[in-house]
């Protein structure tokens, strides 16, 4: 089965909503872990509207799974990965203006900003995935520019309306997955996922970890974040 990886930087947004201290995301991923996460999650963003550079350098050292640090191809936050270490780097698009990360990279479109972020951080032994959309351009793309793994945005899916346009979806972010393998990627799946949902993804067998946060966090609210994660768990298995 897919393991699965938490997100943890609603609960930084629930921390900014007031610029307090608390809660801490340090404190949540201690939790994901001991409830069985295989790797800890969270998103640097450029303009730091959750998740802050104290954060991940506090995470990189308690962390004792895995940390993934989603962010931008840009100067800035390769040199921070450079200096932090995380375990593995997800490259996302990312705009200002966005709520959460609309869709995949174009990596085929942007071949060599890519290409020189993923070098810069395998220099430094940092596994590199890129979030790309369920189309085999850009599965291929990724593998081209020298990327370990991709993660599939399966945020299409999530949102499609009837049953028969979610079939659709499934079907190519199956196809992805298909792909990833065939090119010697790992294969990673992510955005959108939920309580009512996951399984449908989680029984694709090329699918090697699965990526999520919102419905979780969601969830915690009411049940507490250690049964939140477990539930979800025994969803996937």
């Known amino acids: 089965m897919p393991k699965l990886m938490i997100n943890i930087d609603h609960v930084a947004t629930l921390r900014q909503a007031r610029g307090s201290y608390y809660p801490d995301p340090v404190y949540a991923a201690g939790i994901a872990e001991m409830a069985g996460a295989s790797g800890i999650i969270v998103h640097l963003r450029e303009d730091r509207r959750h998740i802050n550079d104290r954060d991940v350098r ?3 050292q ?8 989603e962010m931008a191809a ?12 995380p375990d593995m780097v997800t490259l996302v698009p990312e705009k200002r203006e966005e709520l959460t990360t609309e869709g995949g990279l174009d990596v085929s479109g942007n071949r060599e900003k890519i290409a020189a972020a993923v070098r810069d951080l395998s220099g430094k032994a940092i596994l590199v995935s890129l979030f790309v959309d369920a189309d085999a351009s850009q599965v291929k793309a990724a593998r081209e520019v020298g990327a370990d793994m991709i993660e599939i945005h399966t945020g299409h899916f999530s949102d499609a309306e009837g049953s028969s346009k979610r079939a659709e979806e499934l079907k190519r972010v199956n196809a992805a997955a298909i792909e ?4 010697g990627l790992g294969v990673n799946a992510g955005h959108g996922l939920h309580y009512h949902n996951v399984r449908d993804v989680a029984v694709i067998p090329e699918i090697d970890e699965l990526s ?6 969601a969830r915690a609210l009411f049940a507490g974040l250690d049964r939140a994660i477990r539930d979800m768990i025994d969803l996937i298995r």
């Not at 999520?212 to 966090?217: A, D, E, P, Q, V």
């Open 58 to 60: 506090i995470l990189r």
């Open 62 to 69: 308690v962390v004792r799974t895995k940390l993934n640090l």
């Open 74 to 85: 840009t100067a800035e936050m390769v040199a921070i990965a450079q200096e932090i270490l």
């Open 180 to 183: 990833g393998k065939a090119l």
């Open 212 to 217: 999520i946060g919102h419905s979780i966090m």
